[in-house]
Each structure stands twice: as C-alpha cells, then as structure tokens.
C-alpha cells in the first residue's frame, strides 16, 4: 500500500520519505512551509504500517482544519485519530484526569499513572505526531518519553503564542533521543505580505520570501469602530469566492463584529468560532467554504485563508511595540494570508509597533 501525496514540492516530498518510521522526530519550519500538510502526511504513512497513530493539536480550530485533509488520505487500512492534546490526555487519563491553575493537567499525577502503566506492546507502539508543537508545554512531551510514545512533532518557535509553550530545545531535550530536521520555503503568502511579516519576526532571520507577487499589504484608517463592517463588506463584494478570516484581539470584539455584519447583510452567514463554546455554531465551522470567519488571535495559529484582516490593531496603541510576544503575535497573524492582508485601526494615531514601516511595504488609505 503506498501514500497518495498531496501536493508537495520536491523538497517536502524528500524530507517525509526521509524521515525513519521509529524513533522520536522535529521538524522546524516557518509559516508557509507545510508542516500541517507534511503533519498529516507523516499521520498517515505511519498508519499504513498498520499502527494506530494519533495526531495532535493544541487548537480546536486547527484540528478542524486537519481532519478532513486526513479523511482524504486515509485507506481502509490507515487508522488516524484527529485531536487536540487536552482532549486525548483527558481519554487517556480516564474521567477524572486531574487539573492545574494553567489550564493543564496535574503532571506528576500522569508520570506516575504512566509509570504504572502495561508496557505498550513493541510491534504496534503509541504512535504521535504533533502539528504546531511549540504550543504544546516541555511537561507534555516528557510524558510521550516515560510512555515510550514514537512521537514526530512539527514546530517553529517563532510562532509561540500560548502562556505554557516549548522551544525547539526544551522539546528535544524532554523526548530525549530525538532528530532534528529543518523545513524551508514560504508556499502560503505573497512576496509582499512576507517582507511585512519579516518586520515582525523575533528569530535571528526571517525566512526567505517568497516568489509569488500580489498586492502590498494595506493599513486603514478608521473612523470608527463600527467601520470595519464596511472594510469586510466591501472586501467580500470584490471577491465573493475567497474566504476572509478575519483576527480579532477579543472574544467580545469577535461577537460585537458578528452582530453588525449579520444585522448588515444576513445573506452572507458570516462564521464565529470561539473556544469557549461547547459545541454548535460557535464551535464547530466549515473552513472549506468562502465567505467571513472571525477567529480569536489565539486560534489563529496553523489556518490559513486567502484575505486576513486584522481590523482593531488599536487595542496594541499601548503596548510596547518592541515586545517579543506583539512582534510574534503580528507574525503569526500576517503569514495566515494567501493573498491579500490588511489591517485596520479606529483612532487617530497609528498604532506604534506599524508606524514606522514605509510605505513600500505597508501602504495606507
């Protein structure tokens, strides 16, 4: 049985045939190299084998943005378990899986419930991969170790967005023996929108741009909050079969924006997804379809839509715009675009951390 590639360049076809089935495995890569495609490639190869494999995410949302690319990849004889971290751990663990302040799980309670554990049978071993791993904390990755998991992770420590992340060394050096890889090339965004995003990049280089053209970037001014309706209605009118993910600073300006452009145009079924949700409309999306999806920045990470706009870079105006984690955040919102990025701000002044940049990068108006 062999895989049926998705669409890879030479480069990404090469390092996933290269890479051994045993053993634990990193793969560091920028935006737009593919490490989500490559991630739900290596998912599915390993399941040919006839192992069971699980693949991982910290966000609810890029695991909705996986699945389907699995369901497509997948034979009868590929089992491939789509799912965020917290929600395996918590199956894992059983029901009362015990819980800490951050948001995690009572680590040494799973050291030792996997200490305890039956050894895993050596000819089908626990199998993860892991997309977007810096999200995931050091904490997790020694327990894939202690439950001698073969574990691929696909990570860029420039895109570290959570309170409990991981380097590219903290995530080695708890799995232990591990090899490294690096991923190259920017297949997502436009020459112009990347040379943006390099102005925010918080590593020692940024990644080469890409050579695809498009549009510059553009900075409007808004006259108002309520504006940014307007901006996104006439963004969907020029190009009514792109879709818009639109990258909001609150989970209040995301229901704010929702209820304006329902009361303004009802036809167009604009989609919110927000974390706190359980389930329905506000938790569960369509991604594959066109049209306005309004997401948290912290649910940004791994999507990809071809028009970003980030509409309320105001409320940055008072953070210092030399901060590692706004440069980061920006970076991770900039390179979501496939085409198109713009960003707006209510006020009079531009916000600090986009002020500077020429216009030969950032236009105006």
Known sequence: MTLTYLDLTPAQRALLDGLPFDGNHLVDGPPGSGKSVLAAQRAVMLALNGTPVVLLTRSNLLRQ??????????????KVTVATA????????????????????????FYERAALAEPADPARPLTL????????????????RILGARTTVFADECQRLTTTHS???????????????????????TRQTAELAARFHTGPHPPEPPGREGPLPRLHALS????????LLGLVAN???????????????????????EQKAPRLRAQMYTSQASGGRYRTLDLLRPGVVIVHRSSAKGLQFD????????????????????RMTYYVM??????????????????????????????RG
């Open 65 to 78: 943005s996986l699945a389907p690319m699995v369901s497509a990849l997948c034979s009868d004889r590929a």
């Open 86 to 109: 917290h929600s395996w751990l918590a199956g894992w663990y059983g029901p009362d899986a015990p819980r800490t302040d951050d948001g995690w799980y009572d680590w040494p309670a």
């Open 129 to 144: 991969v892991v997309d977007e791993g810096q999200d995931l904390p050091p904490a997790f990755y020694r327990l894939c």
């Open 167 to 189: 380097t590219l060394a903290e995530i080695t050096e708890s799995l232990g023996r591990c090899a490294t890889r690096d991923l190259h090339g920017n297949h997502r965004t």
């Open 224 to 231: 108002h909050r309520a504006a940014a309706t307007d901006l």
């Open 239 to 261: 190009r009514p079969d792109r879709s818009i993910g639109v990258v909001v600073h609150s989970t209040e300006a995301q229901f704010e924006l929702l209820t304006r452009l």
């Open 307 to 326: 028009t970003v706009v980030v509409p309320d870079s105001e409320a940055d105006a008072a953070v210092d715009p030399t901060s590692g984690s706004l």
């Open 334 to 363: 900039a390179t979501r675009a496939r085409h198109e990025l713009h960003l707006a701000y209510a006020g009079d002044r531009e916000p600090g951390l986009l002020r500077d940049i020429p216009p030969r990068v950032l236009a």
